[in-house]
């Protein structure tokens, strides 16, 4: 089956506005067993403190730069979407924030080499087709003594609503993919010691918990409807993948009384 998370068309449909990332983020904070404090736990381990210059490799709508800067942090931004660059950027004018963002490849950063006192990537590798690249240019840009954090999904995140989209995929004769972020989890410690040979992994664990179809649906919706071969962006095939979902997602709250999808994650931190 072939991966989809790194296919650049897709990316620039997934990642062209920040409407799917939105709705992920919150179904993340409502529907979850843990409390929503993952922001607080990526700075915990990233230990902050102000004049520090930081970098964000595919930074997305900027979800981490307000906590940065509040700690006093300079903070620059790069996201491979123009799209989010943007989103960022539009942030960063809204909440005044003093940082810059900038469209740029996680696998050739423009930046200098140790000029950055912390390097982030928060659940971005696995849309990187060399991701060894992006871990040797992270490690690039740090000075002696930086620190380098990296998040990344277990490889089972949501596996029970994949294995669900790939039985209705197959029942409608459509072919599946592997699950969205395979290309990179949490099973790559070993690669990531090639390139931060003082790295640790810290894992969290969390689940989904749905007593009602349409939160899990809308989340469905947002990307892992896509994982099919025939994908395209026209996406004709998506009212007939909903609807088989829809009534296997139902049908396990009948019987269950939720709709419960395991879904660990966790990080590498390295000090170079």
């Known amino acids: 089956m072939s991966q989809r998370s790194t296919d650049p068309p897709y990316l620039r449909y997934q990642y062209g506005d920040a409407e799917k990332l939105r709705i992920r983020g919150e179904t993340h904070r409502l529907h979850s067993e843990r409390p929503d404090d993952l922001q607080d736990w990526v700075l915990s381990l990233l230990g902050i403190r102000a004049g520090q210059r930081v970098v964000d490799v595919g930074c997305g709508t900027g979800w981490l730069h307000p906590a940065l ?40 950063l423009p930046l200098a080499d140790s000029s950055f006192d912390r390097a982030v990537a928060v659940h971005v590798l696995f849309h990187v087709p060399d991701v060894r690249r992006a871990l040797v240019e992270m490690r690039r840009v740090l000075v002696p003594g930086g620190r380098v954090l990296v998040t990344t999904n277990a490889a089972d995140h949501s596996l029970r609503l994949h294995e669900m989209h790939a039985e209705a995929a197959r029942s409608l004769g459509y072919t599946p993919t592997e699950p969205a972020g395979s290309h990179f989890t949490l099973d790559d410690f070993d690669l990531v010691r090639e390139v931060f040979p003082t790295a640790e992994c810290h894992v969290r664990r969390d689940a989904f918990v749905f007593r009602e179809p349409e939160p899990a649906l809308r989340f469905y919706a947002t990307g892992r409807v896509d994982g099919i071969r025939e994908w395209d962006p026209a996406g004709a095939y998506r009212p007939a993948l909903l609807r088989a979902v829809r009534a296997r997602i139902a049908g396990e709250i009948g019987r269950e009384g939720c709709f419960r999808v395991p879904k660990d994650s966790g990080c590498f931190t390295a000090t170079v």
Not at 79 to 95: K, L, N, V, Y
Request: aromatic share 2%.
């Open 69 to 108: 800067s509040g700690r006093g942090a300079a903070v620059v931004g790069l996201d491979a979407s123009f799209g989010m660059a943007a989103e960022t950027r539009r942030r960063a004018a809204r909440e005044r924030l003093p940082l810059a963002a900038l469209q740029a490849d996680a696998q050739r």
